[in-house]
């Protein structure tokens, strides 16, 4: 089943175009990372999915309900946490609990407190006495103690430490392992990485991607390393036509490695190779890439 | 109505109905105290300054020109710049918060996130308020009381007109409350939101004292909030004014209508 489902969806903001015919698909149980940098649409997508923002054209669902006219019903099932979060500074952790448990109409105060506990967070310190860590961990509890069927992270990470980022990692891990779907804004790629199985690419509003990690990386292709055995010698041959050269000297090719191995394997056969790696790009460099590409419009 | 979204907003206005409750209380009791007392030497000054007159007209709703009864001086009390100014700070300091407040403190998407409804949000924040506005009038009330408690009892007013009185106060503080709902519903900032308010009481307090001397303005004076808030003409005459009430609460209860449209309707952009 598709948890988010966007068709065509169009957002202007006056005569700017903020998210232009995005068609996503989030399937119920995975970890979407929605990447782009800042300005790209990722906050306006996620605003529009949370019906804080009405769709200027296309289709917005959450659970194959339109993400407008039901924002009520849809988020009852959701954790949401936003990217620049700001709570109710004079609330306690233990009042912001009680306040969401009234507020959802359902008692999340015994699993708000264990996170808390999970998270190493004093529920006793008044929001305007918290650091921005805590506050994002307080902001966590609260998004999390329900145990949302779809949980929406604009850019959670930032603020927290590193050990808790990798119990906040291990956390979503295990709910997406439990059928919980993890939608994942961020720019941090190392994290995306680490965390997500499926990825959406935005560039200026346009959804450029949206697959599985494993198959953007293979569609990117490897990244080949050549050490040569004399210095050299290879300086005047043309590389094989399934590598395209990026770095090229005396010792060391580099480039990236497009169709099967197997053609390189066999023409490097042919040469005295001292050191070869081949491996597939991290999403830094796909992502890159993605981005150095120019789009129709620029 | 949510439980939740009640105690949070029970809970921010408590601070300002305190304050506001305790200043009505004391400034009211001071006033329906000490301006009895004043009512001879008052009463010679006043009738030779024509610009007071036309300002104590304007304030009461009814021309005083032609003497100074002990009704005047009942309804001061209840139309003084600084009491109107506190109740009228009360329903703009409450009626603000939502959306404009949320979205300039940027705790509108926490909230938001939550499943409530836009209009969920509004009817259990207008009935705290309510709640609020009672606090806030009672203390009014009482401070009036205690007041005209010290006079001697030939210039108290009956129970029942101070009433219908506090009930017309009452029915202007909705008007004022609705105004601040819509305004804030098409604003995202609370400052603003509370300035476009405050200019348009201002105006109509305005309006109403140029409505004394000046003709045109006098044919549009029904667009004043004050043209139907007239205590003098309830303690003079004693009579219920049942139009002023009828415009007033309509007027209210259009605006905060009109304020959960737009609210329910328009998007909510924090960045």
């Known amino acids: 089943m598709r948890i988010v489902e966007t068709r065509g969806l169009t957002r202007y903001y006056g005569s700017r175009c903020a998210v232009e015919s995005v068609d996503l698909s989030v399937p119920e149980g995975s970890l979407f990372g929605f990447l782009g940098p800042n300005g790209a649409g990722k906050s306006t997508t996620i605003r529009m999915l949370l019906g804080f923002l009405r769709p200027t054209s296309g289709i917005a669902r959450v659970f194959g309900r339109d993400c407008w006219r039901d924002s009520r019903t849809i988020k009852a099932e959701i954790g949401y946490m936003p990217g620049d979060l700001r709570l109710y500074s004079w609330m306690n952790g233990h009042q912001a609990l009680g306040f969401v448990s009234a507020a959802r109409r359902r008692d999340v105060t015994k699993d708000g407190q264990r996170l808390a506990e999970e998270f190493g967070l004093d529920l006793s310190v008044r929001v305007r006495k918290m650091s921005r860590g805590m506050r994002q961990k307080l902001g966590l509890v609260l998004a999390l103690a329900h145990r949302p069927r779809l949980l929406v992270l604009d850019e959670p990470t930032s603020g927290l430490d590193p050990l808790m980022q990798d119990q906040l990692h291990a956390h979503l891990r295990q709910m997406a392992a439990t059928g919980h779907t993890v939608f994942f804004s961020s720019h941090t790629l190392s994290e995306v990485e680490e965390l997500c199985d499926r990825v959406g690419i935005i560039r200026e509003g346009k959804l450029i991607r949206d697959e599985s990690l494993e198959s953007l990386r293979r569609r990117t292709g490897h990244h080949v390393t050549i050490g040569w055995k004399k210095p050299g010698s290879m300086n005047d041959t043309p590389p094989p036509p399934c590598l395209t050269l990026e770095h090229r000297d005396r010792d060391v090719w580099r480039g990236a490695l497009s169709g099967p191995v197997d053609d390189l394997i066999r023409w490097l056969a042919a040469h005295e190779v001292d050191d070869l790696i081949i491996a597939r790009p991290d999403l830094e460099t796909v992502f890159r890439r993605y981005y150095n590409e120019p789009t129709e419009t620029s | ?271």
């Open chain 2, 1 to 271: 109505m949510n439980r939740g979204l009640m105690f949070k907003a029970a809970h921010e206005l408590l601070a300002a109905t305190l304050f506001c409750g305790a200043m009505l209380f004391v400034m009211e009791s001071l006033l329906a105290y000490v301006l009895p007392l004043f009512e001879d030497q008052f009463s010679e000054g006043f009738m030779q300054i024509r610009f007071l007159q036309r300002f104590v007209a304007a304030m009461l709703g009814s021309d005083v020109a032609e003497g100074l009864g002990p009704e005047m001086f009942l309804a001061l009390p209840w139309a003084h710049p600084v009491i109107l100014a506190l109740v009228w700070a009360h329903a703009v300091i409450c009626c603000t918060r939502i959306p404009a407040g949320e979205i300039d403190r940027g705790t509108a998407d926490v909230l938001l996130g939550l499943p409530v409804g836009r209009w969920e949000i509004l009817v259990s924040d207008t009935a705290v308020w309510l709640l609020a506005a009672v606090i806030v009038l009672t203390m009014t009330y009482l401070g009036n009381l205690l007041g005209a408690s010290l006079v001697d009892d030939s210039t108290q007013a009956s129970t029942s007109t101070t009433l219908i009185v506090l009930l017309n106060l009452f029915a202007m503080y909705l008007v004022v409350g609705g105004l601040s709902w819509l305004v804030s519903s098409l604003s995202d900032r609370r400052g603003r939101a509370m300035t476009v308010v405050f200019v348009v009481l201002v105006a109509s307090f305005l309006l109403n004292y140029l409505a004394q001397m000046w003709k045109p303005a006098d044919r549009v004076s029904f667009m004043s909030l004050l043209a139907y808030y007239r205590p003098l003409i309830v303690f003079r005459d004693g009579s219920f004014p049942t139009h002023d009430l009828t415009v007033l609460f309509t007027a209210a209860a259009l605006l905060w209508l009109a304020a959960g449209l737009v609210f329910a309707r328009r998007d909510i952009r924090t960045t």
